[in-house]
Every structure is written in C-alpha cells, then in structure tokens.
C-alpha cells in the first residue's frame, strides 16, 4: 500500500482515504495528480527478444493500460482484501453477461433471483439458454432453503442485494454457504450500495459486479461496468475477457476514476438525503408504503443493519389505489425529478415500474401503482416541495 508520493503509510488508511490515494503515482505522473489518458492500441517493443516474450508492463491496448492499472488499483482498495482482480467492462450489462459466460458452459444449471435487473434475466433466457444453461429463478427471500433448488449441474447463484426495483434483501452470507457447500459460485451484483457500504466478497460472493454506469461514475456521462473476484473466480474472469476481448476506452476510464474519488462524499450525501426523503414519503397520505431496505420499517432492515454500512439513494414506493392517468399527471407536474431509466448521478429521477410481467418465481401484487426513485444531490425541500405539488397534481387528477 503506497501513498500518492510513493511512500509506505505508517498505519492502515481508511476506505475514503483509499479512495483518493490509491492508483496515483504523483512522480510517474510527473507531479501531476491525475494519470494522462493513454489513447492508444500499440505498444513498441525495445528490442525483438523483448517482443517474442511479450516483456513489458503493457503489452497490448486492450490488455490495459496506465489509465486502466489505475482505476484497478482504487477498485481493489475498495473492495477489499478478498478481491483479487477487477476487470472492466463497457457497460454494467457487459459486466453481466461477461461474467456470466466465464463462469458457465453447456449442459450447466444457473439460479438466479427473481428481482434480478431484467436485462440480467433476459440475457439468460436469451443468449444463455441457446447455449444451453438452464436457469432457475428463486424467491429472493429464500435464504438458505435454496439448496432445494440445486441440481448436481447447479454452477451458480446470482443475487442482487438489494433487488432491482422492488428492493427485497436476500441473505447473501446464508446463500453463499449453501452454494459453497455444493461447489457452486457466488456473483452479487453490488451496484446499489457499492463496495463501500457493501463488500460482499467479505460477505460471500464471489464475484461482485456494478454497473459502475451509476455511483462509481456519479456524473450520468459514462456507461461502465467493474468485475470483481476472488482468488477463486478471477482466474476465469480473467480469461473471458481476455477471450472475449472485452474493455473500456480509455475516456470512460478516465472518468470513473475522476467519480470514484469523490464516491465516499456522493454516496454520504445520497444516503442522507435518501432516508430523509424515504420517511417524509411513508408519512404521505398518498403512500402506502416504501420499499427501502434502510428503513426501520422495512422487512430487509435487519440484513441491511448487519451487512450493510450505508444505503444509497435509490429505493421505491407504492402508492395508494389511483389511476395510471393520475400517477402520469404527477410525473408530469415534477420539474426537479426527471423521468429516465439510469440513477447513480448528481440528479434526482422517478420512473414507474411493474415487475408482475416478468417475475416467475415470486408474484408482484404490491396493491397500488409503483415508483422508482432516485434522490440526487439537490437540497431535500426543494425535492420534497416539487414531490408535494406533485401529489396535488395526482390527487386533482382521480
């Protein structure tokens, strides 16, 4: 561990610490505190023995980079000492399906949670059932009664914690000692809480995936995804994407490492404001309920409060019985709250959902219209007072 001068710290730094001191090189960088961004393919080799053995730090582009090593190194601070590589990827899907083929072949069995971000699930109805995997999806509440799904194929179990959308908190630890048991791989993807109030490779996982499209970007500029894996898993991380010749360019690079070195403050600010505004709306005539796992009303709280050490400002809400015409008629009343179907950034976002097409394992019948939010980084009262003349809209609009 080196500090931004080279230097060995005398203690062991804090993650925040970590985050803003890891991956630089000040005298590499010629004083400079960023790395440059290395645009670029080819890389010269002195000499022709050097070129048959592929001697050299670099070696190829697509293998990496300065600007590359660099966000590695402050990803693998961040998740901590159980990660042994991070592989980035083009997309928070590509991270998906990247990981997915690495750690899958023909004739294997895959479980995976019903609240699962459905471009996951359509890729494995899709793309992996012509290759022959079969999945399985789960209530995401099962806990460690997912052993009666295994079959002797069962290669792994893919969870999200929180889920997509609607917000249920599995139990990764008691899954993962189930999947271990039987010889399975664990893969969490960790984009709601990140590595920072959520190491799940110290949880269990593992592989841990974000779409780093959201909080590792933090700015809604970039589309980027981040693998990360054990010792274990890595190896075969690795090797898909060398194979699949999967990588980032060089400026999305540069400006995931830009936003993670402001995530420690975001992600605070995100959750603060978040949980201040999840319970101004659970006290809303018009809400029937929130689904946000940092609550403590929330029936995930108690997982959230032991693995957990922050949330982040994503969460959702039922409202009560009204028609669709008048929950789009709020929607179009919000000037702070725009409609888009991304989060992660500076700015606030509200979109409604309906997970009941698409669940298999577990039903959706939530009892009212349903709404994603994503608070950003804009002052609280102006974001309550735009919701409130939203919900006069709605209510005028019955």
């Known amino acids: ?193 990140t590595p920072l109030y959520h190491r799940s490779l110290e949880q269990g996982a593992d592989i841990s995936m974000q779409a780093a499209t959201k909080y590792i970007g933090g700015h809604s500029d970039i589309m980027f995804g981040t693998i990360s894996a054990n010792a274990k898993a890595w190896p075969l991380v690795t090797e898909a994407i060398r194979l699949l010749g999967v990588c980032a360019g060089p400026d999305d690079v540069f400006l995931a490492l830009r936003g993670v070195r402001t995530l420690s403050v975001r992600l605070a600010q995100h959750h603060r404001s978040g949980l201040d505004m999840a319970r101004w709306l659970a006290a809303r005539p018009e809400v029937e309920r929130v689904l946000h796992p940092a609550l403590e009303t929330d029936p995930g709280h108690a997982i959230w409060k032991r693995d957990f050490t922050g949330a982040s400002g994503l969460f959702s809400i039922i409202l009560k019985p009204v028609p669709q015409q008048a929950v789009d008629t709020m929607l179009n009343t919000l000037t702070l709250f725009g409609m888009g179907f991304s989060w992660g950034g500076f700015e606030s976002l509200a979109i409604p959902f309906d997970c009941s097409e698409y669940r298999t394992a577990t039903k959706w019948v939530p009892g009212g219209p349903t709404l994603r939010l994503h608070i950003g980084l804009e002052n609280v009262d102006d974001l309550k007072a735009d919701l409130d003349r939203g919900f006069a809209a709605l209510r005028a609009a019955r």
């Open 1 to 193: 561990m080196t500090s931004s001068d080279g230097s060995t710290p005398a203690h062991p730094q804090h993650t925040a610490t970590r985050l803003v001191t890891a991956g630089r090189d000040t005298k590499a960088q010629k004083g400079f505190v960023n790395p440059p961004v290395f645009h670029g393919s080819t890389v010269l080799y002195p000499t022709a023995e050097d070129l048959h053995a592929h001697r050299a730090e670099f070696t190829y582009g697509r293998h990496g980079t300065p600007t590359t090593q660099a966000l590695q190194d402050v990803l693998m601070a961040l998740e901590g000492p159980q990660c042994a590589g991070v592989g980035l990827a083009p997309s928070g899907l590509a991270a998906i399906s990247t990981t997915l083929l690495a750690v899958l072949k023909t004739g294997d069995h895959l479980l995976v949670c019903d609240n699962a971000y459905r471009p996951t699930r359509n890729f494995c109805n899709g793309m992996l059932a012509r290759y022959g995997v079969e999945t399985t999806y789960f209530d995401p509440l099962i806990g460690a009664r997912i052993e009666a799904l295994f079959k002797p194929n069962t290669r792994a179990v893919l969870v999200e914690a929180p889920g997509s959308q609607s917000f249920e908190m599995p139990d990764l630890p008691a899954i993962a000692a189930v999947a271990h048991a039987r010889g399975a791989l664990v893969i969490d993807d960790n984009t709601w809480a």
